[in-house]
């Protein structure tokens, strides 16, 4: 059996898991989010953990699928996500305008992006870019779109970057 499924998940104080027959919500301080629930996947939830198990062999790596999104919604819940992206460039500048992103990426005009409902998006300094939220795979979505306005080409290294990321650079041509 898979060994992500056989792992529980810690459900901390505060935090109510539910359990549809179809569906498994997540309700904690960040908010809500919820998930379908495949048929012939149990969720049991008894003294602050849930189980999660596969009624048939051939389901047992969707339950450790299941068991690692939910665990991430219960993550998400409570302490939630974020995503840091840098801005490497000459006159590569972002500030918030109310709900809305301004980018000055190099392009004849301004590039506004609207955070989508959930996410929370913040400017610490002019060349940093911090996304939050309660839902991992929404916050990831967003970075991703945010860096794809201008990826970071491999010459200079200009451009949108995740924070850490290393960009492998190659050499100019040569006279």
């Known amino acids: 059996m898979s060994r992500v499924a056989k792992k529980p998940i810690a459900l901390a104080k505060g935090i109510e898991l539910n359990v549809q027959p179809e ?9 809500t989010l919820s998930i379908a629930k495949p048929a012939g996947i149990d969720i049991k939830v008894e003294n602050d953990t849930a189980q999660v198990s596969a009624n048939d062999p051939s389901l047992v790596p969707l339950a450790g699928t299941l068991r ?14 974020e995503r840091k992206l840098e801005l490497v460039g000459v006159g590569y500048r972002a500030a918030m305008q109310g709900k809305d992103l301004n980018l000055s990426l190099g392009f004849s005009h301004p590039v506004l992006f ?39 080409e491999p010459y200079k290294g200009k451009g949108v970057k995740y924070a850490g990321e290393n960009i492998i650079r190659k050499e100019a041509k040569k006279a």
């Open 23 to 31: 569906s498994v919500s997540v309700k904690g301080p960040k908010g």
């Open 68 to 81: 690692a999104i939910v665990a991430n919604m219960v993550q998400g819940v409570t302490s939630g996500f």
């Open 114 to 152: 609207t955070a989508p409902e959930g996410i929370t998006i913040a400017t610490p300094t002019q060349t940093e870019i911090v996304v939050s939220g309660a839902d991992k795979q929404r916050v990831g979505e967003v970075a991703a779109k945010i860096r794809g306005f201008r990826p970071p």
